[in-house]
């Protein structure tokens, strides 16, 4: 074995590369994305906490990731990440509804449910080019108000078929997901309104039926055993008041930025927490290109949650996007100095450092976002144009080889890895990484053969 090859802690894990030799053929044009922001991520962590580390997995392993699609729905892919769509965020109407969703899917991941999925890979893969599980695997993110993601093509009839769950598997998820809700303390209800929420929809056609229904079967038993589920647990009174918070948060944040600027600005008045309130209204603001109303806006949320560091990220989002680099970068660096961990948050300062016109600075930090989460291409962008203003062009061309593989853009990623490997001493950890990089996109073009 040469150990040149193996996986390193510097490098794109092998399993994300070697994902893209199984998975990676034609790339329809209809395309998935992902929306990636720390403030929602975070509230989504606060939701998930109690009922993955009741399923036994570690709240810090497995993210909960937004996927730019309005419609309902929410799947699992590896054992890593629960995708849930923002239509769903928009539709349910209670906190302990969300957690049921993520309960339901945190018990696919388990009791082993994915292991068959990935036996599927291949299956899926011949049928559309599956190229959704690297790209959305890799969770990257992009440009765009809310942000955005990377290109994840693959046909709705494929993803049906790889998404989908047996009706066995549905009823033993519901019954590890009413466990879960029962260990954490949240009533059981909102597992009952799920399921009440798609009665009906078995008899309509396939094409009129919400893709949770196409990817998770329902049938009348599962609504009555959710429904005994709840009379033998019996009422569960809200033990945890923020919870309720963070889900106004995350549904105020994900409206402001993907419904119109004024129907935030007509039901935001509605917003019972003061500073939630003020975050959709400046999100509005922004949007409309009001600056002055904007900054007005999420001040005042500061001035509530003066600690706030998503706040000061948001600022500096609506900032920079208005060219006052000098104060965005400001803000970010505050945001910074909150959650010096946050990678999204890292992210941001650094593109606002190199905005600033500080390469150098601009590099430490987007190497220290790329090493909490080597997934975001946005970043990887970045750090690639820092690395090529600070006259390192070999690592500039490595970054990009890695970014491209991750979109699944082989031929690129080849491009630049081999420009990486003639540029890095011979070697270096650099090198080498360019080097999985190319064995990777060289096995991907055989399979293609």
Same mark, same amino acid.
């Given at each position: 074995m040469d150990l040149k090859r193996g996986t390193r802690r510097t490098s794109i894990p092998t399993l994300v590369l070697g994902l893209a030799l199984c998975l990676l053929t034609a790339l329809p044009a209809r395309a998935l994305t992902l929306l990636r922001d720390p403030d929602i991520e975070n509230g989504l962590r606060e939701l998930a906490f109690p009922v993955l580390r009741a399923a036994g997995l570690n709240p810090k392993r497995v993210k909960i990731l937004l996927v730019n699609d309005g419609k309902f729905n929410a799947f699992v892919l590896d054992h890593n990440a629960i995708f849930l769509n923002y239509g769903l965020i928009l539709k349910v109407d209670r906190a302990d509804v969300l957690q049921a969703v993520i309960a339901h899917e945190a018990a696919h991941i388990a009791n082993g449910h994915i292991a068959r999925r990935m036996q599927n890979l291949q299956s899926a893969r011949n049928a559309a080019g599956l190229g959704l599980a690297l790209a959305i695997l890799a969770g990257a993110a992009g440009a765009g108000e809310a942000a955005a993601g990377i290109a994840t093509?693959?046909?709705?009839?494929?993803?049906?078929?790889?998404?989908?769950?047996?009706?066995?598997?549905?009823?033993?998820?519901?019954?590890?997901?009413?466990?879960?809700?029962?260990?954490?303390?949240?009533?059981?209800?909102?597992?009952?309104?799920?399921?009440?929420?798609? +009665? &009906?929809?078995?008899?309509?056609?396939? #094409?009129?039926?919400? =893709?949770?229904?196409?990817?998770?079967? !329902?049938? /009348?038993? *599962?609504?009555?055993?959710?429904?005994?589920?709840?009379?033998?647990?019996?009422?569960?009174?809200?033990?945890?008041?923020?919870?309720?918070?963070?889900?106004?948060?995350?549904?105020?944040?994900?409206?402001?930025?993907?419904?119109?600027?004024?129907?935030?600005?007509?039901?935001?008045?509605?917003?019972?927490?003061?500073?939630?309130?003020?975050?959709?209204?400046?999100?509005?603001?922004?949007?409309?290109?009001?600056?002055?109303?904007?900054?007005?806006?999420?001040?005042?949320?500061?001035?509530?949650?003066?600690?706030?560091?998503?706040?000061?990220?948001?600022?500096?989002?609506?900032?920079?996007?208005?060219?006052?680099?000098?104060?965005?970068?400001?803000?970010?660096?505050?945001?910074?100095?909150?959650?010096?961990?946050?990678?999204?948050?890292? +992210? &941001?300062?650094?593109?606002?450092?190199? #905005?600033?016109?500080? =390469?150098?600075?601009?590099?430490?930090? !987007?190497? /220290?976002? *790329?090493?909490?989460?080597?997934?975001?291409?946005?970043?990887?962008?970045?750090?690639?144009?820092?690395?090529?203003r600070s006259g390192q062009n070999g690592m500039a061309s490595l970054v990009t080889a890695e970014r491209y593989a991750l979109q699944g853009r082989m031929d690129d990623a080849q491009i630049h890895a081999k420009r990486a490997i003639g540029q890095l001493p011979t070697g270096s950890t650099g090198w080498q990484r360019a080097e999985d990089v190319l064995i990777a996109t060289e096995n991907a073009e055989k399979r293609k053969r």
């Open positions: 093509g693959t046909q709705s009839s494929a993803l049906r078929s790889f998404l989908s769950h047996t009706r066995a598997e549905e009823s033993a998820a519901d019954r590890t997901a009413a466990s879960l809700l029962r260990a954490s303390d949240i009533d059981l209800q909102g597992l009952v309104d799920l399921h009440r929420a798609f +009665a &009906g929809q078995e008899n309509l056609s396939p #094409a009129a039926q919400d =893709p949770y229904m196409r990817s998770h079967p !329902l049938t /009348r038993d *599962r609504l009555r055993a959710a429904e005994s589920y709840l009379d033998a647990a019996g009422p569960q009174p809200d033990t945890r008041p923020e919870t309720a918070y963070w889900f106004a948060r995350i549904q105020g944040k994900v409206s402001a930025f993907t419904r119109s600027p004024k129907w935030t600005q007509r039901r935001a008045t509605n917003e019972r927490h003061a500073d939630i309130r003020h975050m959709r209204l400046a999100i509005a603001h922004h949007r409309s290109q009001n600056l002055g109303a904007a900054r007005r806006e999420i001040d005042r949320a500061l001035a509530l949650r003066p600690e706030d560091p998503f706040y000061y990220e948001l600022k500096g989002q609506i900032l920079i996007e208005n060219r006052r680099v000098g104060e965005a970068v400001a803000a970010y660096g505050r945001a910074v100095d909150l959650a010096p961990t946050e990678p999204l948050i890292l +992210a &941001g300062y650094g593109r606002a450092l190199l #905005a600033s016109g500080k =390469p150098d600075a601009a590099l430490e930090v !987007l190497e /220290r976002a *790329r090493a909490r989460d080597y997934r975001d291409t946005r970043m990887m962008r970045d750090l690639a144009m820092a690395y090529a």
